[in-house]
Each structure stands twice: as C-alpha cells, then as structure tokens.
C-alpha cells in the first residue's frame, strides 16, 4: 500500500507537467519506485519482535554477567530477517548508549582479511600455496625459523607451520612490553630476527596438527607485500573494503594508534599498572598483520556473507579456505582452514564457521551457523570476556523456532566407521539396519555439499575415500529408506 507520503508525491509529480520534462518525470518516477520497494524490502527484512525482544535478554544478561561495559550483536537469517542489537554504553565516562554502528579493533578476524588476499594472489597465480616461504622472504629470515626451508604458505594459512607464536610465547616478553606502554612502535623485522631464536621449541610443518599462531600472519603479510609490492593494508583496501564499499572498515597507518568516530571503548586489566585501562587506542604494530583491521558488526556480515557467496575470491578457493583439516587435540572442537576457524561438538550440535578476534579491550566473532542458516557478528568491549554461551543460546532459539532447519544429531552408535583419521579406505558397520530399511550412505563436505552416495546392501562394507573426496573433515550419513537419518558420523581424511 502506498503511504500519504508517496501519493502526495506522485500527485505533485502529476500537477507539475508544465515545469518538469519528461526525461526527469521519468527519472523521479523510477527514483520513487525504488524507494517503495526498497521500504517493503525492509519491512519485511525485521525479525518479530519476540525475536528481538528473547535475543535483546539474551545480550543483556550475557554483558552484565560478565561484567562487560559494552556489547554489540548482529545477525541475518539469510532471505528473511537482519537486526543489531545493543547492550550497555560506549565508555564509562560519559555513559553514552549505543546505537549498533560503533566500531571496534577485530583483532584476529584480520587473519580471515589477509588470508583472502593470498587466495587471490594464488588465483591470479601470483603465487602458489605450495610455494615454501623462502621464495619470498629473505634467506637470512627464513634461517632463523626453525624448519623455515620447509615451511609453506599453505602451512601458513592453516597454522600448521609448527611455528611458536611469538606474542603468547613464554619465552616472549612482548605482551610485558606492550602494557609497559601500549602505543609504543614495534618492529616486525626486528621482532622476527631478534625474539625467533629465543622461541620454545617447535615442530616440524604438519599438514593436519595445528599450532594457532599469529607469527605465521605476520609472515604472510610481508609475503603479500614482497608479492605485490604494495604494504599489505593497501592491498587488502584495494582487494576487499573498497569494492565491497565497507565504510566503516579500515586499517590505520602503523603509526596511528587512534580509531575514528563512533567507536566503542574497549577496557582491560593492565598487568603492569594493576588498573582497568582503556585499550580503544593502541598503537597496531605488533598486531601487524595478524590483528590490525577496525569495523562494525555490519560491515563484518557484509564482508564475510560476499566472501562466502564468491563474489571477492572464486568459489573453489572458498571451499579451500573453508575446507578446515588442521587440527590440535589440546583444542578438540576446533579446526583450522585457511584464515577460518570451524567449531564443531557433536554433543551440543555446533557447527559454526568463521573466525574469532581477541586483542586488548575487544572480544569479535564473526560465524556462520548451517544450522539456522545465519551470519552472527558479536562484539563485547573486553578481551577477557567471552561471547560462546550467547552463540551457543541464539542458535538454540533460533534453531527451535525454525521449521525444517534443525541439525541432526550426531550419535556415538550404532554406526562403527574406522580408521578414523583415514588415508584411503574407511570400513563402516551399520550392524542390521541395511537389512531392515533398504539404507543408502551419503558423504557430505564441511559445506554440506553431497560428495558421494551409494545403497547399501550389507552390514559391513568398504569405501574408496580417496576416489571422491580430497584431504580434510566429511561427515557420512546413513539414511534409510523413508528418507531418514539414522545416523551421522564425523570423519576426518588425510
């Protein structure tokens, strides 16, 4: 239905025929026409507001239980809703409320930024994954990382370099230096050649156990650099922000430790000055590559939804990043692609992929959820906070009030499947369940993509993994002959 406001528009349009030519009769008419659909577009994008008033508890008890001055959330439901939710204040001093458009350091989600730009190099075949790091940095470099002639920028991407990581080191004494004083300049090179040697032992690159580190970030920032001969912040604003028209989204200059209005201010404990400080402004030359990107929760889903849906990197290098086979049993629900984590626990039926962001004052996460079929951005304004119960209650909800779109829950019996890791051949015993329901197995990617099916015609068979599927994680699903799941397995090819 049209609004007083747009009749009386086009009726002033109609009364005007003497003083307005056609060409821009047109022009008005097509710029109204836009602006009516662009209205009932987004009307019809706003969640109930059950939806919005159950998310808004959830926030709201989230932040103060965790004693957090400010909280921002994000979510679209892909085809059917978006909203951003706020709780608390942008800083303590003056208590100002916030409106969902402040912007904040996102810390580690920078990896997911720089880990795009090398897929395009390598797209471009700038260069290779498969390239070992000497080709682009320096022999003298490289000489002093252990296993440094063997490492690759594959290795890199999904930290399974075996590098330490030189800011969380024991052995390191940069954290004691940064909140010695927190805009000091670090030098990265400096840092590479000096601090390297002094690192804990590491491990040799394996292609499939993963040491989170943001040492291998910094690495490929100066490889993106020595690849195109532009610092790497230029490249990711010229691959990425710009096109993307991402304007609330920027890396300062390694000198400027401000960020631009509106922004939340972020608090921590300061180990050195034993009080609570404002870490909003920071100088981000130890962060580097590794942490260094500014945004907002909006700015965030558009980057990571355009990402996922191919419009920044081809698809096949989408499936690639996501494709998430690093793994480390000190952290069992986490796996680690090329600049993307994915959290999975069976148990609670998780699955999400994207990339967490800790740094000094801010906490970030930017995931999908499969199950619910949404983008969630959150933000809570202190490193020391932790917003996994929040994400774990929306996809509950959201999961429980969705038709159709709730997971499957992944049991521990009666399917056996081993070896699991496998290399080639797995054998899957499904004990009588073939014999009684016609059962057919389906093996799907980590992006639900169906890779392999086949009937089944007996308890116990074996299937040729190596024929159909690449290294990394898969789940097989054994369904029946009324179409049901009667179980799903997680298994994992090297």
Not at 102 to 127: H, M, P
Not at 153 to 161: A, E, F, K, V
Not at 197 to 226: F, M, Q, R
Not at 285 to 303: E, K, R
Request: aromatic content about 12%; proline content about 5%.
């Amino acid at each position: 239905m049209e609004t007083y406001v747009q009749k009386t528009f086009v009726n002033c349009i109609l009364q005007c025929n003497l003083f307005i030519s056609k060409i821009w009769k047109i022009k008005i008419i097509k710029l109204l026409a836009f602006l009516i659909l662009f209205a009932t577009y987004a009307k019809a994008q706003s969640p109930s507001l059950t939806i919005i008033d159950t998310i808004q508890s959830y926030i709201d008890s989230s932040r103060i239980n965790q004693n957090v001055t400010g909280a921002l959330l994000r979510i679209e439901k892909v085809d059917e809703w978006s909203n951003t939710w706020v709780s608390g204040v942008v800083d303590t001093t003056t208590n100002t409320a916030l409106t969902g458009n402040e912007k904040f350091r996102v810390g580690s989600i920078s990896k997911t930024f720089l880990a795009t730009c090398v897929l395009k190099l390598a797209d471009q075949n700038t260069l290779s994954l498969d390239d070992t790091i000497g080709k682009w940095l320096s022999a003298s470099l490289v000489s002093v990382i252990p296993y440094g002639s063997h490492i690759t920028i594959r290795h890199l991407l999904n930290h399974t370099s075996g590098m330490a990581d030189a800011v969380d080191d024991p052995n390191s004494d940069l954290f004691t230096r940064f909140f010695e004083n927190p805009f000091q300049q670090f030098n990265i090179d400096s840092i590479m050649f000096n601090d390297f040697p002094l690192l804990s032992p590491t491990n040799p690159p394996d292609d499939t156990l993963a040491n989170y580190t943001n040492t291998g970030y910094w690495l490929l920032g100066k490889i993106v650099e020595n690849a195109t001969g532009m610092d790497y912040d230029k490249y990711i604003k010229d691959s990425i922000i710009t096109p993307l028209g991402l304007t609330n989204t920027y890396i300062p200059s390694l000198s400027d430790s401000s960020i631009s209005e509106p922004y939340v201010h972020g608090y921590d404990f300061n180990p050195f000055t034993s009080v609570t400080t404002d870490f909003s402004c920071q100088s981000i030359s130890l962060p580097y590559s590794a942490g260094s990107v500014i945004s907002n929760v909006s700015d965030l889903i558009i980057f990571y939804k355009n990402l996922r849906n191919g419009n920044i990197i081809p698809m096949n290098w989408v499936d690639s990043m996501q494709n998430c086979y690093g793994h480390n049993p000190a952290n069992p629900n986490m796996y680690y692609g090329y600049g993307t984590l994915r959290v999975l626990s069976e148990s609670n039926g998780i699955d999400w992929i994207g990339h967490t962001g800790g740094i000094c004052g801010y906490v970030t996460y930017m995931f999908y959820m499969p199950s619910i079929n949404s983008y969630v951005t959150c933000n809570f304004s202190s490193e020391s906070s932790n917003p996994t119960g929040l994400y774990y209650k929306i996809m509950k909800y959201l999961q429980s009030i969705t038709v159709g779109v709730a997971s499957v829950p992944i049991n521990n019996e009666p399917v056996k499947i081993y070896p699991n890791p496998a290399s080639d051949y797995i054998t899957i015993d499904i004990g009588n369940h073939a014999l009684m329901n016609n059962c057919v197995v389906k093996i799907t990617n980590i992006l639900g993509q169906q890779v392999f099916q086949s009937s089944i015609n007996k308890p116990q068979f074996n299937i040729d993994l190596s024929s159909c599927c690449g290294s990394g994680i898969y789940f097989i699903h054994i369904i029946d002959g009324q179409n049901k799941t009667i179980d799903s397995k997680k298994i994992i090819l090297q």
